[in-house]
């Protein structure tokens, strides 16, 4: 009896010393408070909380554990958070990816039962600027607020506003907002001097000979898009030519995806004169519900004291006739004429952003500087229309540098998003259209310099 009260000692002492030294060889347990949600607030936030993009919030334990396994396939799978930039090519400040450690965290704390943890382990939150924002406004205003129909074709519409600014203003940041992102294709600015005649807060817009399916007639040849010509005198105000009639063409806008214009990383700013206005375009797409009084706010922040530099929003576009810009029906990887650009001045290169359609597929930048020398700064090997996103750099241009922009589409049948395989498509307004449109954002230190100014040639929308 002795001998068997002694076995069961040993071996109970036995599993005691093994469950110790288990205990203090074990991985620390994966929580939200110490690990998973200082992930979040530095690469999902932004999105991921109420009245920004994403469909679910972030910012508390509460809100973010039942999304835990959708969460571990969404980074295991670089879906999340949405970067497009070929790793290899350019070095970008506001790149969000996740490192490999970032997406081991995530993966463990769904797999070991997405614990909450000890909340002192928990940063402070982040005070994001409240109703939506992304940008903590000093002004806001409104643009008109305009019906969307259940179904149809709604043309691109342009409105005019007053500026608010009554004295020349320098601007630090601008956000564009739609009160209705669902029906939102995009929405963009041109700022501009007043015209006299122009009518504030009246829908402008160009209407267009379709066909059946919507698209632009060519009335040259019957079948696709717009003819161009040479423009008799001014063009009358109240018109779309009238409404971008000395301006520098888009300056800001509101994409899916697209963060805040902000330029106080650079100590620069956006020059606004007195006497401006500011003429917004709404593109909105009917998606089977009608919008009563969709709108469009713009928010801006206001330099204290004059910048150091001055922000040039800068955009361009590859050729837009038919007989250049034609993507064949079912062809995997067409290649659509080049944007080339020449630098008439010594700049500096702070952001870069690819715009194309649901057939866009691929878009790259590359610089030839005046020794020859070759550098592709941006490649953006599978583009999403549903994440257009503003990639952040920052690159010394010399006076007589080249930047070549290469953008290829897929209208095949293998584009999930393609409406339409067997038909040739053309540049054009809608969504079922396709565009090549790179933008670009200039720093320069002669802040009287202009968008103008910059480049060589008209090359700049």
């Not at 999105?47 to 396994?69: D, N, V």
């Not at 630090?172 to 009160?179: M, N, Q, Y």
């Not at 001097?193 to 009335?219: F, L, S, T, V």
């Not at 018109?239 to 000395?246: N, Y």
Request: aromatic share 10%.
């Amino acid at each position: 009896m002795r001998t068997k009260v002694l076995i069961v000692g040993l071996t109970l002492g036995t599993l005691a010393l093994a469950a110790d030294t288990s205990s203090a060889g074990a991985t620390p347990a994966v929580t939200f408070n110490k690990d998973v949600l200082p992930i979040l607030q530095r690469n999902c936030q932004g999105c991921h909380r109420p009245g920004q993009i994403a469909p679910m919030s972030f910012l508390t334990y509460e809100s973010t554990r039942p999304w835990a396994k959708a969460m571990k396939a969404a980074v295991a799978s670089k879906k999340m958070p949405p970067w497009g930039a070929d790793p290899k090519i350019g070095h970008f400040t506001n790149d969000r990816s996740l490192k490999q450690g970032d997406v081991d965290i995530i993966a463990k704390w769904a797999d070991t039962g997405a614990a909450l943890g000890d909340p002192k382990d928990a940063p402070a939150p982040i005070d994001w600027p409240p109703d939506g924002w992304q940008i903590k406004p000093d002004v806001i205003v409104q643009g008109p607020r305009l019906d969307v129909p259940a179904a149809g074709l709604v043309e691109w519409t342009w409105v005019v506003i007053p500026s608010p600014f009554k004295e020349d203003t320098w601007i630090t940041s601008v956000e564009l907002r739609p009160s209705n992102p669902t029906v939102t294709h995009h929405s963009c600015l041109a700022l501009g001097p007043h015209k006299p005649g122009m009518d504030y807060n009246q829908p402008i817009w160009q209407d267009k000979q379709r066909d059946a399916n919507g698209d632009e007639i060519d009335q040259r040849k019957g079948v696709g898009g717009t003819t161009g010509g040479a423009p008799q005198g001014p063009p009358p105000v109240n018109t779309v030519g009238g409404v971008l009639a000395g301006t520098n063409g888009i300056e800001e806008c509101y994409e899916p995806g697209r963060a805040a214009a902000d330029f106080r990383p650079y100590n620069a700013a956006k020059l606004i004169r007195a006497g401006t206005d500011i003429a917004i375009n709404y593109h909105f797409t009917p998606n089977g519900t009608a919008v009563k009084g969709a709108n469009i706010a713009i928010g801006f922040t206001v330099a204290k004291e004059p910048p150091k530099y001055r922000y040039l929003a800068m955009s361009a576009s590859a050729p837009q006739d038919h007989d250049r810009f034609a993507i064949p029906a079912n062809d995997p990887n067409w290649e659509s004429p080049s944007v080339d650009v020449e630098f008439a001045r010594d700049v500096d290169l702070v952001g870069l952003m690819p715009h194309m359609h649901v057939r866009g597929k691929q878009m790259s930048f590359e610089l030839t500087y005046p020794d020859g020398r070759k550098e592709m700064i941006l490649d953006v090997p599978k583009y999403d229309f549903n994440w257009q996103i503003w990639y952040d750099t920052a690159i010394k241009v010399p006076k007589g540098t080249k930047m070549h922009v290469v953008a290829h589409f897929d209208n095949s049948p293998n584009n999930k998003y393609n409406p339409n395989p067997n038909k040739t498509v053309y540049y054009g307004d809608m969504t079922w259209d396709e565009m090549m449109f790179p933008s670009y954002g200039l720093v320069v230190e002669d802040k009287t310099l202009d968008q103008k100014m910059v480049l060589k040639g008209r090359t700049y929308f």
